[in-house]
Every structure is written in C-alpha cells, then in structure tokens.
C-alpha cells in the first residue's frame, strides 16, 4: 500500500477513528482534506501530519449536517485544483434513547449525516474516480449495521445498514472501474463516540476484550479496501459476534441482541 501522488478526503477526522484513517493515510504517503466543526484540531493534526510525513493537507471545517456541506467542500477542492482519490465516510454520532426521545430537527441531522452526506460526497467524487480510473471508498458502518437492531439509538443500526448496502450496491457496479469500495463495520471502539453520546459510564462495564483501538481499525479497512473486501469486520470478538448472529436463526438472533441490550442499555436509559 503506497498512497503517494493520492489524496484522501476524511470526515470526522479531527477525533477517533477519522483521526486514526487521517495518520495512517499519511504514513503511506497520501496529501489529505481534513474535514470536521472542530477546525482548530483539523489545523493541530494537519501541521502535525505535514510535517512528520512530508504529506499536503488541506482542512475544511464544515458541519455535515447541513445539506449544503458536501457541495461546499467540493466547491472549495475545485477552486485549489484538488482531486479526490480515496474517500473515507466516516463522521457520525450516536442519539441515545428511544425514538420519541429526540425531536425531530435532530433526528433529521442525524440522518443527514449518517446517511445523505455519505452519499451525496459519494456522489460528487466517484465520477472523478472513474475518469481516472482510481479511486478507493469506505464507509464507516458499524457492527450495528448487520445484526438485528434492539431497542434505543433507534436509526443508528438502519443508517449503519444502509451504508452496508449502499456499499455493497457501489463495489458491484465499480468492479471494472478501479474504484475500490468496502464498508468498514467495526464493533466498540476507543474513540470519543461514547463520550459524546453519554454512554461512557455504562460502555465503561463492557469487558475489555469487546474493544479495539482506532488505530487497527482504520489500517485493517485500509488493507480490506485493497484486497476488495467489500464488507470487512476488524477484530476477532467482532467477527465471531458478526459471524454468530448471521448463522443463527433470525428470530433467535433478534431475541438474543433483545436480551443483551436490555441488560446494557436499560440501566443508563440509552
Ligand atoms: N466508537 C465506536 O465504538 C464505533 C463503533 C462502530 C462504528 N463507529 C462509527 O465510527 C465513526 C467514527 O466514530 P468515532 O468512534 O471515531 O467517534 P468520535 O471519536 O466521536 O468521532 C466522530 C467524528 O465525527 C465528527 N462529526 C460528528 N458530527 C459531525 C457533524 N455534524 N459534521 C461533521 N463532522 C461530524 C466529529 O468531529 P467534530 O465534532 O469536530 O465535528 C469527529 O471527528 C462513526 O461513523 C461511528 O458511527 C464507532
């Protein structure tokens, strides 16, 4: 893997996994587009990065919540003459609670987010990708994303299991293109995700073995983008729980992810 002369477009970049992406990006030598809100980290890990690795970086602050943002950002790598070679979908958060909890404006960001924005830079920068005859997509799902969905954070596990399909859908049609595309659906995470969320109180029970590094994460997608892995699980604990529900009979699968999420979530109300 040698990204250099490439240029990756991560969002969310400025904490997490996104961050994670954004340095092993650089390791292997592609120039980046940092984008998240939080400007000043963007400009902290974009110096960092420049300078330890050689490497361009370019940071837009946007929020991808508002419809106009993927427009804006293109717009923006337009005017400096920037192509987008790999694209790395990854901002996202999660609304704890039951459905009625949230009201509908932040419902309606989050689906933007998690799902419209994903789509619409997919949108914008594979056309380009094809033209050149390169390019190398992943989005970030989640473990959520292929088991059955349990009660609270009601759309995460169906904007994750959109960006499973939608994936899927995108690497059948780009096999001859040399636009790679895979959908990354790791399990717990170290990351600010559960921080943001309220949840790190009760995740903090979880056993450790349930969790991984960021770091890992991001350079074991990069390897599955390669090697066109189009859906890929990083970690042992995450494959075999992956791998558990999908053989198990459906309506056994739904009531054991029941069981396991009353017991997490019902303590902490998430
Ligand atoms: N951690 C886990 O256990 C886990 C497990 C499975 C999947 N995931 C997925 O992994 C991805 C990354 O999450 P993470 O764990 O790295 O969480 P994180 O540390 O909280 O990072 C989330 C990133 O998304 C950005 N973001 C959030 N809202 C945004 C908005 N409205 N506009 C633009 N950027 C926004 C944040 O930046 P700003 O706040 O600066 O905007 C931040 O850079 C998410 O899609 C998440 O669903 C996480």
Redesign the pocket.
């Known amino acids: 893997m040698n990204y250099t002369g490439r240029r990756a477009l991560v969002?969310?970049?400025?904490?997490?996994?996104?961050?994670a992406f954004a340095v092993a990006l650089a390791e292997k030598g592609a120039d980046l587009v940092l984008?998240?809100?939080?400007g000043e980290?963007l400009k902290r890990l974009a110096a960092n990065l420049e300078e330890k690795f050689s490497i361009a970086a370019i940071v837009i602050e946007?929020?991808?919540?508002d419809p106009g943002s993927p427009q804006k950002i293109a717009d923006e790598l337009r005017k400096l003459g920037a192509d987008v070679d790999i694209l790395i979908n990854?901002?996202?958060?999660?609304l704890p609670g039951a459905f009625e909890n949230a009201d509908w404006i932040a419902h309606r960001?989050f689906i933007e987010?998690?799902l419209t924005a994903p789509a619409h830079l997919v949108r914008l920068f594979l056309p380009g990708m094809q033209a050149r005859g390169y390019g190398r997509i992943i989005n970030?799902?989640?473990?959520?994303g292929l088991v059955p969905a349990g009660a609270g954070h009601t759309m995460y596990g169906a904007s994750?299991a959109f960006l499973v399909g939608f994936s899927q859908a995108l690497a059948a049609e780009n096999e001859t293109t040399g636009v790679n595309v895979s959908a990354l659906c790791?399990?717990?995470?170290y990351?600010?995700?559960?921080d943001?969320n309220e949840t790190r109180g009760i995740v903090a029970r979880l056993p450790k073995f349930m969790f991984m590094q960021?770091r890992p994460v991001a350079v074991g997608a990069l390897g599955a983008v390669e090697s066109r892995r189009t859906v890929y699980v990083p970690g042992r604990w995450n494959k075999f729980v992956a791998c558990l529900l999908r053989m198990a009979p459906r309506d056994w699968a739904a009531a054991l992810v029941k069981r396991q999420v009353r017991n997490f979530r019902i303590a902490s109300k998430s």
């Open positions: 969002t969310g970049a400025s904490a997490g996994i996104g961050e984008t998240a809100r939080r980290r946007a929020d991808l919540s990854n901002a996202g958060f999660g960001d987010l998690m970030v799902a989640s473990l959520a994750k790791p399990g717990f995470t990351s600010e995700f559960h943001v960021a």
